[in-house]
């Protein structure tokens, strides 16, 4: 675990140490609620703590990982532990009332009591009372831990019970890892990433053949608009009006376009650099290496100007012909 709590740490430096200083201080609380996005460590974290509180021998605010409650908590098997998943769409009243007349029975070992309510946003109203008075009156040394990706859908009253710990978003090289992971390419996962750092939106992006098709049409652009403006135009009318209709996609298809520019000037000053399309970096490289800093500023300026043209409503083809004229204008002495 050792390795793991580093890795817990490097995910969520203030939650850890937040947890951690709980546990020194001798604080733990009757409630918490772990707020934050899908693949930020939650559970990982609510098991760390557990253990944490449970652990026979912990050092240096981390559990052994060896001792008898240790072991049993890694496998499900300690008795004072009590985890709830949502039975459908909705945690119903008969599970919470179910959950609370376990962590009453005196079939409990002695010391604290830790239940985990997983997807707590889905209590509906007459299981968020329930669980409510419960939380109001706790008997014994018990601990509430919920989780949620959503924090503004719990009720009020429950939030006021409990401890707010708010979890970051993922780092970029962390989603890029949990993207991969999930077996989505490097490419695709690092373009996606620069877009959403919410591992779902992400996920959901990567597979969404709309805009893979985004991806390769604002390529495409940059690939044709240095070598002919004419040709250019013929993929903008062609391609990328047909394309993008909504003033959303235009809109991002614009930030993919921005994003293409930037890994350029981010290339020409390092070739090293991580890049938001590194399937095209041989491609970046060529492009880098026959322009100059003040040429591709003017270019993201004119990206930047074509946004802000988009939401006075200018005329798309209009604001797309003048971006094409401006994008060419960098290359017109190649
Ligand atoms: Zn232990």
Not at 75 to 85: A, D, R, S, Y
Not at 165 to 171: G, L, M, R, T, V
Not at 234 to 248: A, Q
């Amino acid at each position: 675990m050792a390795e793991n709590v580093e890795e817990l740490k490097v995910l969520q430096p203030v939650v850890m140490k937040q947890l951690q200083t709980i546990f020194e201080k001798n604080r733990t609380g009757h409630a918490y609620i772990f707020d934050g996005e899908k693949g930020t460590g939650k559970k990982e974290i609510a098991m760390f703590f557990i253990k944490l509180l449970l652990c026979l021998n912990p050092s240096k605010n981390v559990p052994c990982e060896t001792c008898r409650n240790c072991k049993r908590i890694e496998t499900g098997n300690h008795p004072n532990i009590k985890q709830l998943e949502p039975d459908g769409q909705f945690i119903k009243i008969d599970q919470i009332r179910e959950l609370i007349s376990g962590m009453t029975k005196t079939s409990m070992e002695a010391g604290r009591k830790i239940y985990v309510l997983h997807h707590a946003d889905r209590m509906n109203t007459s299981s968020a009372n329930t669980l409510l008075k419960f939380l109001e009156e706790p008997e014994g040394n018990v601990t509430a831990i919920l989780l949620t990706e959503s924090y503004q859908s719990i009720l009020p009253t429950i939030q006021s019970r409990c401890q707010h710990i708010k979890f970051a978003s993922i780092p970029r090289d962390i989603l890029l890892k949990q993207l991969q992971e999930q077996g989505i390419t490097f490419s695709m996962a690092s373009t996606v990433s620069m877009l959403t750092n919410n591992l779902d939106t992400a996920i959901s992006l990567a597979h969404d053949e709309q805009f893979a098709h985004a991806r390769k049409t604002v390529l495409k652009l940059v690939e044709t608009v240095r070598k002919n403006v004419h040709e250019a135009l013929f993929v903008v009318y062609e391609d990328w009006l047909l394309s993008f209709k909504e003033k959303e996609e235009i809109e991002r298809a614009l930030d993919l376009l921005l994003f293409a520019y930037r890994d350029i000037v981010a290339v020409k000053a390092n070739p090293q650099s991580s890049c938001t399309y590194p399937d095209m970096l041989q491609s970046w490289k060529e492009i880098a290496l026959h322009t100059t800093y003040d040429r591709l500023s003017d270019q993201l300026q004119a990206i930047l100007h074509a946004r802000q043209n988009l939401q006075r409503n200018m005329n798309r083809s209009l604001l797309m012909e003048q971006l094409m004229l401006n994008l060419q204008e960098g290359y017109t002495f190649v």
